[in-house]
């Protein structure tokens, strides 16, 4: 062995074993101990120790950060890089994406006779539920990429307009007595109300002063409706929260239900179908207008402050307006999600309007690709219906599905979609897709 490989051995060594020792002072508290509570009255809470599986998650650590030092990191010519050239390219795949959109539409309208036929009506119920549960974060990170992937403002308090959103249906059912469909348009003005509220002041932030801004904002709205107690109900939320009809017709067992109406069989699941659709067409009505706005002048305008803000300034652009126009849309899309969050529930409290939501929402929008709206599907797929594909690893789904964000993310830092389409060329033809290293991230 050479004096330089010995070195580089050495190195690496001591780079794995403080790997392993920093894994060590993690994974003793997430992974060794673990809190369990005796079963019966008055039983005693205990801690049950699991060092074996610290060990192994340690040395799995070690290894790998030892390996990747050897062969990637400080390695004369790294293993990535033959393993870059060996691969197939992708360029006849890329030509397929085109079709992407239109495949996942047909299947998304299909999907509730699919598992019908595929699981009965008692069966596919909780896929139906995972399936409205994703298209209602593919419509949330719609909303967040207006803001975050068009515009390049950071927002961590993306979850406050999804609250109000929820909070405005329900206490207007609750006071007034108003029907899903007068409060859903009135959920996303307000939202669309406190997104300018949040803009003012953010005008003259950016980058990590933004972020930090907008986080407050979120965590500022939570606990409002945390302590309200006489309004908002507090910590104890709002139940009993009307669901929406069909035309009138209620999806109740009875005479002037929508079985009887329609002379079927009473079923549960029409209503679960019936919200999965409504979901389905808010999402859709979503993505339309987005790429609608992203070709008009407003949308080339949030482009333009993406990039440069400077540049878009020298160039006549009301920075101002174009801020604010961007925070007030994607907040009214994030209320009309929280609108049909808490007719779906029923149901709505505080805890679930933490910052986990937002960031489940910006790492759906960053997963996808900035500015990408069929990367925002898939990551919403890949996210939201991959957690629930982990639950059999029980407390350590958690860990292993992070593990593969990461991993994702190491693979594709500029997304899942690596290709963008501008939204305008000089020559007046049809654009094409251009490499995401090309277009700016924003700086708030």
Known sequence: MSAKSENLFMESLKDAAA??????????????MKAE??????????????????????AIVFVGRLLLNLFVWKADT?????????????????????????VFLILAVVLPFLLMSAYGSRGSRQYLDLAILVTTYVMLGWGLNIVVGLAGLLDLGYVAFYAVGAYSYALLAQYFGFSFWICLPLAGILAAFWGIILGFPVLRLRGDYLAIVTLAFGEIIRVVLLNWYDFTGGPDGISGIPRPSFFGLEFERGEGGFAETFGLEYNSIHRIIFLYYLILIMALVTNFVTMRLR???????????????????????NTTNTKLTAFALGAMFGGFAGSFFATRQGFISPESFTFIESAVILAIVVLGGLGSQIGVVIAAIVMIGGFEFFRGLEEYRMLVFGLLMVGIMVWKPRGLISTRMPSITLTGKKAKGISADLVQEGHG
Do not use: N
């Open 19 to 32: 790997g392993g020792v920093i894994a060590l002072a993690l994974f003793g508290v997430l992974i060794g």
């Open 37 to 58: 509570v005796a079963s019966g009255l008055g039983g005693q809470l205990g801690i049950e120790y699991r060092w074996l599986a610290v060990a192994i998650a340690v």
């Open 78 to 102: 790294p293993i990535t890089r033959t393993a870059k050239g060996a691969m197939p390219s992708l360029q006849p795949l890329a030509k397929l994406g085109k079709y992407a959109m239109p």
């Open 295 to 317: 070709k008009l002048p407003v949308g080339r305008a949030w482009e333009a402050l993406r990039e440069d803000e400077i540049a878009c300034r020298s160039l006549g652009i």
